[in-house]
Nanobody, 124 residues
């Protein structure tokens, strides 16, 4: 498994931007597909975005498509989530996750390693 640490969360006004980072340990990061999920208070954790091991394929939840962008730097063992045009409904704890499979990256069960999460709060 790979160890994951998220950073970059915080408080931002609606319409603003944040970039989350997820740093991974281990020398096999480039073999993992990576996902971002989020959990708002009182809600189940849900899919946000994912990126294949090579970065050649990306996937987004409909609610964030066109506003969020996922990318990775395999040389730095880091995956990013650029969040623009933030809305109050984007408020949640954001988690990154890693999987050694390339299928169904929008499914939580596909992931074997998870970070501790970072809080994103969007004020209106």
């Amino acid at each position: 498994q790979v160890q994951l640490v998220e950073s970059g969360g915080g408080l931002v006004q609606a319409g603003g931007s944040l970039r989350l980072s997820c740093a991974a340990s281990g020398r096999t990061f480039s073999t993992y597909s990576m996902g971002w999920f989020r959990q708002a208070p009182g809600q189940e954790r849900g899919f946000v975005a994912a990126i294949s091991w090579s970065g050649g394929a990306t996937y987004y939840a409909g609610s964030v498509k066109g506003r969020f962008s996922v990318s990775r730097d395999n040389a730095k063992n880091t995956v990013y989530l650029q969040m623009n045009s933030l809305k109050p409904e984007d408020t949640a704890v954001y988690y990154c996750a890693a999987t050694d499979t390339g299928d169904r990256l929008w499914v939580q069960r596909a992931y074997g390693s998870w970070g501790q999460g970072t809080q994103v709060t969007v004020s209106s």
